[in-house]
């Protein structure tokens, strides 16, 4: 609560409590109350914390899990944020998880931390760096201290799907498109308290379209100003209805046209890790013996699986031999043609089958390209090689369990034939 610093306001503002007590039943705690003054006389100030029974706090403060300050907001002051995430990433026990289920948990637990803190304030860049380096390090290491290079720049991760990324949101533009709000409010003078507040203090009638704060202003104020300027064509185009996060973060953010292959690792159908590792096969980014010996890694390139040529990307799962096998059984029992090279064009060539048909085969396709991309890890490792006619079993049990699990709504009876002999 916010008052003047004079005895009459703070006497008006317990009578206040005293009202709403009496009304409902609830009580001010005294002993975690405190009274924060700026620009209050200490002899004043003293009359008022006995008259009110209130300690006396010191700015900055925490409240509700931020930091509190009339300053700029310092990298010290967000170091309650950043011992958070690094707090979760111990706790999480990450060592065990694929990198889809790291991926799940930086979306769903690590930015949502920092949502929090986004919606409130523009966050120094310092400390949203220092969030997207956990962050990175959790996703390709399983863990907040290892810093060893990753296999993809965290620029293409943060990329939306739609644009061969993997969803996971720009911190930075997403704080802006976060704070843009009050922004929006203010330009359609929302009812609220502190629009009303925020017209009367610092707009007094102008336009704020043209507005730029003054030079005894805040600096939450001065950056709310900076951060309209940025999407002003956004804010004033007039063509949109109400303002969310979502709308402004996909403005800021938009990078072109959307990629051909993206459907491919967006499948509902496919298994996560599945999915992911097929965006690294896309990438190009596995690290395939070609790619260790050009880093010096290794001296000899040759394919674990058939032992005849350099292993790459195209051949490890296009050309090889052993991959030509299990992409042969999979096309027969799908009765589908699937391109043994460039595997992931058959999206766009097949645009006009039926999306069910499309989706199974990028889930089947998936599968396979993970299963012998472990094999390729067990020949290497343990010594060992599973069957062409073992790896096509397994990822067919994984496939009719995805379909059987999955809700299908109406398709044409043909697709519905299809569908039932691949789960039988």
Request: proline share 3%.
């Amino acid at each position: 609560m916010f008052c003047r610093g004079d005895t009459q306001s703070v006497v008006l503002l317990l009578r206040a409590f005293k009202t709403f007590s009496n009304a409902s039943g609830l009580c001010m705690n005294q002993g975690k109350s405190s009274m924060y003054s700026n620009g209050v006389a200490e002899s004043t100030m003293a009359a008022l914390t006995r008259l009110s029974g209130m300690k006396r706090g010191t700015i900055p403060f925490h409240y509700l899990g931020v930091s509190i300050t009339p300053k700029r907001l310092g990298v010290n002051d967000c170091q309650g944020l950043i011992d958070k995430v690094m707090a979760r990433i111990r706790g999480i026990g990450a060592r065990k998880l694929s990198y889809a289920g790291r991926l799940v948990l930086i979306q769903s637990v690590l930015h949502n931390l920092h949502n929090y803190w986004a919606i409130i304030f523009i966050l120094p860049k310092i400390v949203l760096q220092h969030i997207d380096r956990l962050c990175r390090k959790f996703l390709w290491h399983g863990n907040e201290l290892k810093d060893s290079p990753a296999l993809v720049a965290w620029e293409y991760v943060c990329k939306p799907t739609r644009k061969r990324g993997l969803g996971l949101k720009c911190l930075y533009w997403w704080n802006i498109a976060a704070v843009a709000k009050y922004a929006w409010w203010i330009a359609k003078k929302t009812d609220h308290l502190w629009v009303r507040w925020i017209h009367a203090v610092y707009m007094k009638d102008k336009d704020w379209e043209v507005y730029e704060p003054g030079q005894g202003a805040s600096w939450a104020w001065k950056k709310i100003c900076w951060v309209k300027n940025l999407i002003k064509p956004f804010l004033f185009s007039g063509g949109f209805g109400d303002y969310s996060i979502k709308l402004g973060y996909s403005w800021l953010v938009d990078e072109g046209p959307d990629k051909a292959w993206h459907p491919w690792v967006t499948n509902k159908l496919m298994v996560p890790k599945h999915g992911f590792i097929l965006w690294l096969m896309a990438h190009r980014r596995l690290l395939t013996q070609d790619r260790l010996m050009r880093m010096g890694v290794i001296q000899s390139n040759c394919c674990y699986l058939c032992g005849l040529d350099a292993e790459s990307v195209e051949h490890l799962f296009f050309q090889c031999i052993y991959s030509k096998k299990c992409l042969a059984l999979m096309s027969e029992w799908l009765n589908v043609d699937i391109p043994e090279q460039q595997a992931l064009d058959w999206w766009v060539k097949y645009r006009n089958r039926s999306l069910l048909i499309k989706k199974t085969v990028a889930a089947a396709v998936a599968a396979l390209i993970y299963a012998i991309w472990r094999c390729r890890n067990q020949s290497r490792m343990e010594g060992y090689l599973l069957t062409p006619g073992t790896v096509f079993k397994n990822c067919k049990s994984e496939i009719r369990m995805r379909l059987r699990c999955n809700r299908v709504g109406s398709v044409v009876r043909g697709v519905q034939i299809w569908r039932e002999r691949i789960c039988m």
